[in-house]
């Protein structure tokens, strides 16, 4: 495909993704979904953290064996892994794990020990951000689990927008939701959740960025505590 070609292309599925945006925002997550599969097939995966699996649970009801992209930083809790590796044995999803071109001890070697707490910026881009653009390179759309009310950086989420940093359609369908809507999806369909998420985590990141969360905190407070960090990168 020609440069022109390609220019062409990108400025159509951003466009498309406006429009969906639009037409989209009063619909259910399941239409949602439904949309960016029936528009994207193959070329749509779900980006999990495995906080919980709810959006690729919704994912696997409109499409078996749906791509399930999880980020392994090499910073995660145990029970994170043991989320992922529940997911796999138990959804009708397909788990693909990405992992950053360093392993900690590779990049200790090369930044210096504990990155994270020094530049955790350059720590993300490193063990998130770079792994994730690769990752994400044969699909032309990908689903988030953001939702407006976890923080005021993500209150303005579209249900479908355009990722400019990645050229790619963005897709986020529960959006809208409350925590009340995701905790009474959990309940009706047994959907599995990080163990942490009963101890005092509302938001489940790399272990040495995350804490629990206090009473009053947003559902974020307990990522990079103490920083004005707020975001690891993926999302703006």
């Known amino acids: 495909m020609t440069t022109a070609q390609e220019e062409r292309r990108t400025e159509e599925l951003k466009a498309l993704a406006e429009q969906a945006g639009r037409d989209l925002e009063d619909a259910s997550a399941l239409e949602i979904l439904q949309w960016a599969v029936d ?11 495995m906080e919980d699996a709810v959006v ?6 409109v499409l078996k064996g749906v791509d399930v992209v999880f980020l392994d930083t090499g910073y ?11 997911v796999e044995a138990v959804m009708d999803v397909n788990v693909i794990t990405l992992t950053p071109r360093q392993t ?14 020094r530049d955790p910026d350059l720590c993300c881009a490193l063990r998130k951000v770079r792994p994730l653009e690769e990752g994400l390179k044969n699909y032309q759309a990908w689903a988030t689990g953001l939702r407006r009310d976890e923080s005021p950086t993500r209150a303005n989420t579209p249900v479908v927008g355009w990722d400019e940093k990645r050229q790619k359609v963005k897709v986020s369908p529960i959006a809208r939701w409350t925590q009340d809507d995701v905790d009474a999806y959990i309940t009706e369909h047994g959907v599995l959740t990080n163990p942490l998420l009963v101890d005092g985590y509302t938001s489940v990141g790399c272990a040495p960025c995350t804490r629990r969360v206090l009473e009053g905190e947003d559902a ?15 999302h703006g």
Do not use: M, N
């Not at 974020?220 to 993926?234: D, I, Q, V």
């Open 39 to 49: 528009t994207f097939g193959t070329k749509f995966c779900v980006t999990s953290s």
């Open 56 to 61: 690729a649970h919704l994912a696997s009801r």
């Open 220 to 234: 974020r407070a307990g990522r990079w505590a103490g920083r004005a960090k707020t975001e690891c990168g993926l």
């Open 104 to 117: 900690v001890a590779e990049q200790d070697a090369e930044y210096g020990p504990k990155l994270h707490d």
């Open 76 to 86: 995660h809790f145990p029970e994170t892994i043991g989320t992922r590796d529940a």
